[in-house]
């Protein structure tokens, strides 16, 4: 078992509605949590931070983490085309590498695309 | 204008030849990573650096090599070792040890041929 499980997808959703995109995690260490939004062939890009548990929202993002249930989410408003794009989840439980640096496991990405 | 730039976009090998890749970084971060990124597979942690003159293994090293002369560059080299390179290679960093986000660059993109 992966310790961090993501739905491929692809996702397919209307313009204008709500998306959901989920990970489940299994190492209850993790404390630190992030999303990443990746076009196709380009690198990823930080989009939403968020450490323990609680809501972070951002414009028209939102993050959730529920550590009890080893789940996290993040929730987009009002999808636009540009939205389309692979979305991935990460996690830390905040060590450090040896050596220094530090160590990320990521979801293996959702596929969303929003159609006009 | 502040990033992690990567080169070359596009790659082609031949099988039995080296390449390297190139990462660079005007951040002023310490800390710099390699990852591969496969089709269905997450990021997969290749090598990183903490500071100049000094990297560690990932979870995926064998068949890669990497040096840290500078502390803006963390180039990497794809051996004729790696038995599997064609992949989507990404090149980031951190502020330092201590940060967990991580910034990444563009991509580069090795096919063998």
């Known amino acids: 078992q992966k310790e961090v499980e993501q739905d491929p997808g692809p996702l397919s959703v209307p313009e204008g509605a709500i998306v959901s995109l989920n990970c489940t995690y299994s190492n209850s260490a993790f404390q630190y949590f992030m999303w990443y939004r990746q076009y196709s062939r380009k690198g990823p890009e930080l989009l939403m931070y968020t450490y323990s548990s609680g809501n972070k929202e951002d414009g028209r993002f939102t993050a959730q983490v529920d550590k009890s249930s080893k789940y996290i989410s993040l929730f987009i408003r009002d999808s636009q085309p540009s939205d389309s794009a692979t979305y991935l989840c990460a996690m830390s439980a905040g060590g450090i590498l040896t050596g220094g640096g530090n160590k990320l496991t990521f979801g293996t990405g959702t596929q969303l695309k929003v159609e006009l | 204008d502040g990033g992690i730039t990567q080169s070359p976009k596009y790659l082609f090998r031949k099988e039995g030849q080296n390449v390297t890749l190139s990462c660079e970084q005007n951040l002023n971060h310490d800390a710099m990573y390699w990852y591969r990124q496969d089709p269905g597979q997450g990021l997969r942690l290749i090598y990183y650096?903490?500071?100049?003159?000094?990297?560690q293994k990932g979870d995926i090293a064998e068949g890669y090599s990497v040096s840290r002369e500078k502390k803006e560059s963390f180039p990497l080299t794809v051996t004729s070792a790696q038995k599997n390179p064609t992949a989507f290679y990404l090149c980031a960093s951190s502020l330092d040890r201590s940060t967990d986000t991580q910034y990444f660059g563009p991509g580069t993109r090795l096919t063998v041929l």
């Open positions: 650096s903490q500071i100049v003159n000094d990297f």
